[in-house]
């Protein structure tokens, strides 16, 4: 998935096993440079979910049960 806005271009890659998300890449071009990658294990279902709290609860997300 690509997002271009005037000054910035994010890239977002999956690596996927499954219908497990085991990376994901995001890679920022612009004026402001990043690069985040995640590793680990979580379900499209999981990562829908918690996009979902994160929409409703306007970015902010607690995390339970670490």
């Known amino acids: 998935m690509s997002v271009l806005e005037k000054d910035q271009d994010i890239r977002m890659l999956v690596r996927m096993d ?9 890679v ?3 004026e402001d ?3 985040l990658q995640l590793k680990g294990r979580i379900t499209i279902e999981e990562a829908e979910e918690f996009s979902r709290e994160a929409r409703n609860n306007k970015g902010h997300i607690s995390i339970s049960g670490l």
């Not at 499954?18 to 995001?26: A, H, Q, S």
Request: aromatic residues 14%; proline residues 0%.
């Open 18 to 26: 499954g219908k497990v998300i085991r990376e994901f890449l995001i």
């Open 28 to 30: 920022g071009g612009g």
């Open 33 to 35: 440079n990043f690069i």
